[in-house]
Nanobody, 122 residues
Framework: QVQPVESGGGSVQAGGSLSLSCVAT???????MGWFRQAPGKEREFVAA????????VYGDPAKGRFTIARDNTKNTVYLQMNRLEPEDTAVYYC????????????????WGQGTQVTVSS
């Protein structure tokens, strides 16, 4: 089972926080995990990525200093802590296993979770 499984989505008011989790099967061919999000009518966009082996996270524009990606290798779990949420953060958030290529490019990811809905109300 390589497909990652997300959890932790929900509804929150603007200014609130949510923490997403992603349990994934680590493979020797994959060093990175990424979070993306997709709002209705918009393309899926890069949020953040992290290596299983190095403490060098990469953030996309949506993170804007409000989100933090972390991992727990003992649990094969990647987290996305989201603070100071805004209505514009409303989207389905996806966890994905990186294959090859640019970390910010969704085409570089080979296995995707089902997604978890995050809704931020004003």
């Amino acid at each position: 089972q390589v497909q990652p499984v997300e959890s932790g989505g929900g509804s929150v008011q603007a200014g609130g926080s949510l923490s997403l989790s992603c349990v994934a099967t680590r493979t020797t061919s994959s060093s990175f995990m990424g979070w993306f999000r997709q709002a209705p009518g918009k393309e899926r966009e890069f949020v953040a990525a992290i290596s299983w082996y190095y403490d060098s996270p990469v953030y996309g524009d949506p993170a804007k200093g409000r989100f933090t990606i972390a991992r727990d290798n003992t649990k094969n779990t990647v987290y996305l802590q989201m603070n100071r949420l805004e209505p514009e953060d409303t989207a389905v958030y996806y966890c994905a296993v990186h294959g090859d290529g640019d970390l910010r490019d969704r085409e570089s990811y080979v296995h995707w979770g089902q997604g978890t809905q995050v809704t931020v109300s004003s």
